[in-house]
């Protein structure tokens, strides 16, 4: 029997060993993908809180081309995240010894990827906001000279010396007529893209306003 006893006894306290050992594993390893996934956080924050917003309407589409690339790591990221949150749950459940260290560690990981989640929202705003304002005042300038050039045009005093030359300034008029129904398109398209730089209070709306004045 003492045998038997001894035989068991020998047993539970391997199962229990390899259980330790298991369960230590698990939590080298979540604290190995912790420190990875920290580190990674801590780089994207870096690069989220860039002041740099492009010089001009290309640099500035560049820019939020690579800004769409870390949304869709940081969405990746946050899917590992949250599967790491169950794994370390299920060893704190199962009371591992460092229970405390495992759910600190994940505590923080979850709060950097909250931050950086606001950082990127605010980064994709600004971004599109230098997109846009970029976009009006190149859009602005060409409108503007495009103004110019017709109403050069519809301020001429020729009135036509007979039947043929009338006819001549008749067409002219009329392709006059169609090209300001046309541009009136580009007017409405800086109105637009005005609004959009006023109405979210950009950096810019100051600017865009008096800009705005000076084609009305």
């Known amino acids: 029997w003492k045998l038997e006893e001894s035989w068991a006894g020998l047993e539970i306290k391997s199962k229990d060993r390899s259980k330790k050992m298991e369960m230590s594993v698990k939590a080298e390893q979540y604290l190995s993908d912790a420190g990875e ?7 994207r924050s870096k690069a989220l809180r860039s002041n740099e917003d492009g ?41 591992h010894p ?24 605010q980064r994709q705003m600004r971004l599109m906001e230098s997109l846009y304002m970029h976009e009006y ?3 602005s300038d060409e409108v503007e000279q495009w103004i110019r050039e017709q109403e050069q045009a519809a301020s001429s005093e020729d009135y036509g010396q007979d ?19 046309v541009g009136s398109d580009r007017v409405n398209q800086c109105e637009v893209l005005a609004k959009k730089l006023i109405d979210t209070e950009s950096s810019y709306a100051n600017d865009v306003e008096k800009r705005q004045e000076q084609l009305r």
């Open 37 to 43: 996934i920290e580190s990674w956080l801590g780089e």
């Open 55 to 95: 010089r001009d309407r290309e640099s500035a589409a560049k820019l939020l081309t690579k800004h769409k690339t870390i949304e869709l790591e940081l969405e990746t990221y946050s899917g590992i995240v949250t599967e790491m949150g169950h794994n370390c749950a299920a060893m704190v459940a199962a009371g």
């Open 98 to 121: 460092d229970s405390k260290i495992l759910a600190a560690k994940q505590q923080l990981i979850e709060k950097m990827l909250k931050s950086l989640h606001k950082l990127a929202s």
């Open 137 to 139: 005042f190149l859009e």
């Open 163 to 181: 039947y043929e030359h009338l006819q001549l300034l008749q067409n002219k008029f009329d392709d006059l007529k169609h090209r300001v129904e």
